[in-house]
């Protein structure tokens, strides 16, 4: 006990010297050690109802510390887990989760990998997550749960509470195993003379995924490119920067890291020559769920397309709806005691010096899909019912690729896609076209689309 007490001493002390060396802040931490030692003092040898020294610490420093959705306290529990997910070989059930809020008390469902146990199981997409093994995820971060659906032993069993649209909670297990990492899905479109690259994660592995399906689209001449990063969560920056490198000349500027008082910490370049020539349409496909390094892509290729540099592509848009806002950068920093603090030291800040935290970037073009989350389910629930009935394992790639095309040949903002790459490529083709510049593009595309803003009828 008189370790603890101490503890508390040590900790209110140490507050007190930062407070010090700062200087000028308003609230002293020393005035509160009285306090601080009363309460403990109460609650240890008073209260009905004691809590343990160690949890009431780790309690009053994860409140201290949680004051943005990312930073947190790790007591020595979730630290270890957390390093788990870092060191060693482990097994995974293949979800790939959205960005969480702090007020949320699940976790959504983006996708699942091809061939996982989470896509064996039928797992689908906006399905939300209550619990991993009975313990609600509604006080963890995304980090932190998915340290949970990994395990170090292959088919160990994890057991999943569910939610389905209006359905109740309903549980399943899956075995984890290896997951491939396969972030990259390619599609060519050869009417429309377009290709389509979706990625889901940013991984080790995304950028040369990716250049390996842009060379192969690029082989058969296309007149544009759809990017799809709707849905991607994000993942590895690096990864980003890289796949950045695939349309913008070398050591163009993707992104900075900037502390609290806009000190620039790290800056990322491109560091080689693109393979995307630089005339070719393309349209960068975002909404609410692009995340992170997927926000980082889409606003250093939107960036670079409105400067009108020599070598830059004007013709890059970014179409749908305006991303989520996960600019900021964790570090997580042990601080004895086995404990860690995973603290929000940084923003990512794009090109132009704007930071996207909390307010995601805005499309060129907004166009939002046609249909919600929950008609999306049922048209899901549609294409998988036969074999959910005859309850059919599905682990080859290629029955995966069939049910993704009849998904995207439903998709509204992919539609409206190579409307506009169409539209813009028989534009420009015209010898006397006006359009040289990106705005031109996005001022022409957003005509073509008959927009509310160019829509003002009048009274007959």
């Known amino acids: 006990m008189v370790h603890y007490f101490l503890s508390i001493l040590f900790i209110t002390t140490f507050f007190s010297q930062i407070t010090l060396a700062a200087a000028q802040h ?28 160690e949890q009431a610490v780790i ?22 887990e957390l390093l788990k997910t870092t060191h060693g070989e482990f097994y995974g059930t293949g979800i790939i989760l959205a960005p969480k809020k702090t007020a949320d008390d699940f976790l959504l469902v983006l996708d699942c990998v091809p061939g996982s146990p989470a896509y064996t199981q039928q797992i689908q997409r906006y399905d939300k997550i209550l619990a991993v093994d009975n313990c609600s995820l509604a ?20 057991t999943l509470t569910l939610m389905r649209g209006e359905k109740g909670p309903f549980k399943v297990t899956l075995k984890r195993d290896k997951i491939k990492e396969e972030s990259v899905f390619g599609l060519y479109f050869p009417k429309q003379r377009v290709a389509y690259c979706a990625l889901s ?33 994000g993942g590895i920056l690096q990864a980003a920067v890289d796949c950045a490198g695939l349309f913008l000349p070398k050591k163009s500027l993707i ?14 370049f491109t560091d080689r020559q ?61 601080v004895g005691n086995n404990c860690a603090v995973k603290l ?38 549609t294409l998988y019912a036969k074999k959910n009935q005859q309850k059919i394992k599905r682990k080859k790639d290629i029955q995966w690729q069939q049910e993704k095309i009849k998904v995207i040949k439903n998709d509204y903002q992919l539609q409206c896609a190579l409307s506009m790459i169409a539209s813009l490529n028989l534009k420009l083709s015209i010898p006397q076209s006006t359009i040289k510049t990106h705005s031109q ?19 007959l």
């Open 26 to 53: 308003t609230t002293d931490i020393h005035a509160w050690s009285h306090s601080i030692k009363e309460t403990v003092s109460l609650v240890t040898t008073k209260s009905y109802f004691p809590l343990p020294i």
């Open 441 to 459: 593009a996005v001022e022409f595309l957003t005509r073509h689309l008959s927009s509310s803003k160019y829509l003002q009828p009048q009274r």
């Open 139 to 158: 006080p963890l971060s995304v980090e932190e749960a998915v340290s949970k659906l990994k395990g170090d032993q292959q088919y160990s069993p994890v």
């Open 344 to 381: 929000t030291t940084s923003l990512y800040y794009l090109p132009a010096g704007i930071s996207i935290e909390n307010t995601g970037i805005t499309p060129d073009i907004i166009c939002k899909q046609k249909y919600g989350p929950t008609t999306e389910m049922k048209l899901l629930d």
């Open 255 to 268: 992104v900075t890291t900037q502390d609290r008082n806009r000190k620039v910490l790290e800056s990322f």
């Open 201 to 233: 994660l940013f991984t080790q592995q995304v950028a040369r995924q990716l250049e390996s399906i842009v060379h192969k689209a690029l082989a058969k001449k296309p007149q544009g490119l759809i990017i799809d990063l709707r849905d991607n969560a």
């Open 59 to 80: 309690k009053a420093l994860d409140a201290f510390t949680h004051n943005d959705d990312y930073s947190r306290f790790l007591g020595p529990k979730e630290y270890t």
């Open 274 to 334: 693109p393979v995307v020539p630089a005339h070719l349409v393309i349209i960068v496909l975002v909404n609410n769920y692009t995340a992170s390094a997927g926000e980082i892509l889409a606003g250093a290729l939107q960036h670079y397309a409105t400067t009108g540099k020599p070598g830059y592509n004007s013709f890059i848009i970014t179409v749908g709806t305006s991303t989520y806002g996960k600019g900021s950068v964790q570090e997580v920093i042990p």
